[in-house]
C-alpha cells in the first residue's frame, strides 16, 4: 500500500542457499535502499543507489550483492549466509533533489529472513 | 560519537490520553528529524518531520517539538487511539548530507494503547 512493494515476505534459507530479494517501487523516485532490522538494534543502512549508481555500501559483507537493474527495482542477492544474518530486510525510495539535503524515505513491509 | 535515541523502550497509555515519545540526539550539526511509525508486520511510515530552522511542527494529531539548546526532539499524539500502538522510531540527518540514506535511526519505543 506505501508504493514500495518487496518480494517475498518471509524466506527460510540454508547457509548453502542463494536466494534473492526483490523491491519494486511504483512512485517515480530516483533513490533506492536496502537497511537491515535486527531485533532490539537501530535500522541499519546497507546500501543505497541513486540513479541506478550505488552511492553508498555500509560495510557490508559480500555475502550480500545488491543489484539496481533499473531505478524501479532493486534485488538483494544472497549467499552462503550467516545464521546471523536472520532479520527484517527492508527496502526504502525516496526523490532525491540536489541540494534540498534529505527526504522522506517510503519504506516497503519488509521481507523475514530465517537463515537456518 | 552522534547517537540517537529515545528515553524509553515502552510507553503504555490509557486510550483518550495525550502521549509524549522522546528522543535525545547528540549531533549539534543535524539539521534534518523526522518520526516514523512501525505497526506489526508492516515496515516503517512516515509521520511527520521538522527542519532544525523551526522548533514546532503540527500534523494531524501529532505535534514534533524541537529544542536544539539540550539536542530534544519529541513527538506528542494527541487523544491516543488503539492504532496508534506501534514502535516509533525517530531519525536525524547529519549536516552537509547529500542522501536521505544517511539518516541515523533510534532504537525505537513502543507505544502500547490501553482500551
Known amino acids: 500500500e506505501t508504493g514500495v512493494t518487496q518480494t517475498p515476505r518471509h524466506l527460510v534459507m540454508g547457509m548453502t542457499n542463494k536466494k534473492s530479494l526483490k523491491c519494486e517501487q511504483h512512485l517515480g523516485h530516483n533513490a533506492m535502499y536496502w537497511y537491515k532490522q535486527s531485533a532490539k538494534k537501530p535500522l541499519e543502512l546497507m546500501f543505497v543507489?541513486?540513479?541506478?549508481?550505488?552511492?553508498e555500501n555500509n560495510s557490508v559483507p559480500s555475502r550480500f550483492s545488491p543489484e539496481c537493474p533499473n531505478s524501479s527495482h532493486l534485488f538483494l542477492h544472497l549467499h552462503t549466509l550467516q545464521p546471523e544474518d536472520s532479520a527484517l530486510y527492508l527496502c526504502?525510495?525516496?526523490?532525491?533533489?540536489?541540494?534540498?539535503?534529505?527526504?522522506?524515505?517510503?519504506f516497503g513491509a519488509g521481507s523475514r529472513l530465517t537463515v537456518l | 560519537g552522534e547517537s540517537v535515541g529515545l528515553h524509553l523502550p515502552t510507553l503504555s497509555v490509557q486510550e483518550g490520553d495525550n502521549s509524549i515519545i522522546n528522543c535525545a540526539y547528540s549531533?549539534?550539526?543535524?539539521?534534518?528529524f523526522i518520526w516514523y511509525k512501525q505497526e506489526s508486520g508492516k515496515g516503517p511510515q512516515f509521520i511527520i518531520d521538522?527542519?532544525?530552522?523551526?522548533d514546532k511542527r503540527q500534523g494531524q494529531r501529532v505535534t514534533v517539538l524541537l529544542n536544539k539548546t539540550v539536542k530534544h526532539l519529541s513527538l506528542q499524539i494527541a487523544a491516543t487511539q488503539p492504532g496508534d500502538s506501534a514502535v516509533y522510531f525517530c531519525a536525524e540527518s547529519l549536516h552537509g548530507s547529500s542522501n536521505t540514506g544517511k539518516l541515523i535511526f533510534g532504537q525505537g519505543t513502543t507505544l502500547q494503547v490501553k482500551p
Open positions: 521538522i527542519r532544525s530552522n523551526m
Open positions: 543507489y541513486n540513479f541506478k549508481e550505488q552511492t
Open positions: 526504502a525510495s525516496s526523490q532525491e533533489r540536489l541540494g534540498s539535503g534529505a527526504n522522506v524515505l517510503t
Open positions: 549531533n549539534s550539526a543535524s539539521d534534518y
